[in-house]
């Protein structure tokens, strides 16, 4: 079945880093989908990418459709104390199982130390 | 403009009793409509979706069942609790029409005993 690889698993930085996290797929995608999960609540969608190569941002975030439509970049640039939180990425394929419904990511925990 | 609302927010339940989450959803017709389970936070499971009402998919044998009564309702639900079924359950809608965004509930903790 399809597969989706996120990194990296957790991140601790200093506030006014930069952060950078990715997924892979086993399979070509046509959507990627990038959520924010605060404690306790409902992932928020953040960016979404239609076309391979897109490069979309949303604030201090940016993410990127890989070329080979089988990656996607999340990129947050100056981090805060309130950027802390989980992130998933989130793909579709209109090929293999599942109808082509999302396939989530295992997440990325990001810590921002003051 | 669209939300989405569960209840109840959190939930304790012995082992053995049922269960009855509800979702719904305001401001959009013919939903597809999704319940995930996240366990310790990390890692959504698509438990059911729904696109259209009656009609439920399930992807994993479990000891829950979903119901789609009315259009932008959907329940879940469970005869008798166990304690595996504990976690964070996410109610999740996406336009039928258009894009491929799914947006979610706020959840519901449940925790078995």
């Known amino acids: 079945g399809q597969q989706l690889n996120q990194s990296p698993q957790s991140m601790f930085i200093q506030e006014g880093e930069d952060v950078s996290m990715n997924c892979t797929s086993s399979?070509?995608?046509?959507?990627w989908l990038w959520y924010k999960q605060d404690p306790g609540e409902g992932p928020v969608l953040l960016i979404a990418?239609?076309?391979?190569?897109e490069l979309t941002s949303n604030g201090r975030l940016t993410a990127q459709f890989g070329i080979t439509r089988k990656d996607s970049f999340l990129n947050i640039s100056a981090s805060i104390p309130s950027d802390v939180g989980i992130y998933f990425c989130a793909g579709r394929s209109n090929y293999g199982g599942s109808q082509g419904n999302l396939i989530f990511g295992k997440g990325t925990k990001l810590s921002v130390k003051p | 403009s669209q939300t989405i609302h569960q209840w109840p927010a959190t939930l304790v339940q012995p082992v053995g009793s049922p269960l009855s989450l509800e979702c719904t959803v305001e401001?959009?017709?013919?939903?597809?409509l999704y319940w995930y389970r996240q366990a310790a936070g990390r890692g959504l499971q698509l438990l059911f979706y729904s696109v259209g009402i009656g009609q439920i998919s399930s992807e994993v044998p479990q000891n829950l069942s979903a119901s789609r009564p009315q259009d932008r309702q959907f329940i879940l639900s469970s005869k008798k609790l166990l304690l595996s079924d504990s976690g964070f359950y996410l109610c999740?809608?996406?336009?039928?029409?258009?894009?491929?965004?799914?947006?979610f509930g706020p959840g519901t903790r449940l925790t078995v005993l």
């Open positions: 401001g959009t017709s013919n939903p597809n």
């Open positions: 399979s070509i995608f046509n959507t």
């Open positions: 990418l239609y076309k391979a190569g």
């Open positions: 999740a809608w996406q336009s039928s029409f258009r894009s491929n965004e799914q947006f």
